[in-house]
């Protein structure tokens, strides 16, 4: 009488199955970690180029602080230009703030405490620390350069795994060397302002 | 020797292959989509847009600014022709993204809502287009009758 009874097979195929379910269960969220990960980074990127652009940083004389005293004061980096009669002029970059940004994103002290204030450092609170790197360019895609030197292309070095970006577009509050852009053949600013694209990548 | 309990070890053994082979599969794929990853080019889009507006309103520029493009609007046949300061340079700075752009502006005309396009940006979007837009305190008699405050309304795709 054969009924009723379980065969050696039978459990062999179920455990075969079950072993494979329980293995594909757990490596499935790992298959998605990459994506996440992006997800994530993409939060980072877009918040730090809206406090960039939209924000005037604090204090309100925050950039006039030097190498040598980033690690003593508290700051927030902000590059927005503040109007005493109107407020924060979104999207209108202080090119004196930019100098500033980009000093201390130099030094490689300061780039840590800059990282720290733009809370891309979590190490403290458990979380990662994540790397990034700001550039201004105009519309044509060349660097933005102020006095003919570089005014903003900082941070860490952009690697070649995943990096998330995020771009706005700005404008200037000083004439640049080469915001104007090329309109058949002449050299045009874009509302008679000086118009750039600010360039936030991000990764870890 | 039992024949019907080599079929269930055969049904086992198919039933982990196929799993094994869809998810290596998934795996293998290069691109993942997943929903919030593609509303992040739409947030990255529209984010663009708003800064567009928001850089081409500038009251101090006469043609090329959005007030002075409401202002000296010209139509005719209906249709609605933008200074052409104004349209290279919103063409400059579309290009620059890269993405294609419609204009829209709508005023309220006594009763009715009333929308003009412009003549250089009337293309139709695609399905996934974003769309933006910023008030503007323009009048223009002869083009938009009765208009105090446009709506110029900006949408994008790639």
Redesign the interface.
Known sequence: MEDGKLSLDLLMGLSIFLFTFIFVANFLPGVFADVRNEINLANQAYRISTLLVEDPGYSSGWYNITEDRCRTEEFRPGLAVYDLETGVKYNNLSVEKIQTFARLLNNTTCIERVRFYLGLNLSTLGGQVFRFNVSLKNLAGDLVTYNRSVLLNHGDKIPVTQVVRFERIVYLDKWADNCNVTIEGQNVAIADRCVAKLEVSVWI | M?L???T??????A??LL??IA?YT??QSTV?M?P??SE?NN??LK??GY??L?????P??VN??LRGMIGNLSCGDGNYYAPA?FS??LS??L??LPAYGRVELIWFNGSSIETAVLFNFSKNPTPNAVRVSRLVAASNDNCLPNAKIVEVRLTLWR
Request: aromatic fraction near 10%; hydrophobic fraction near 45%; avoid cysteine.
């Open positions: 039992d019907k309990g080599q269930f070890t055969l049904e086992g053994v039933a982990s799993i094994l998810t998934i795996f993942v997943s919030s990853w992040f947030i990255q984010q663009l800064d567009i928001r850089v081409i309103d500038n101090e520029a090329s600014s300061e290279q340079n400059a700075l290009n620059a």
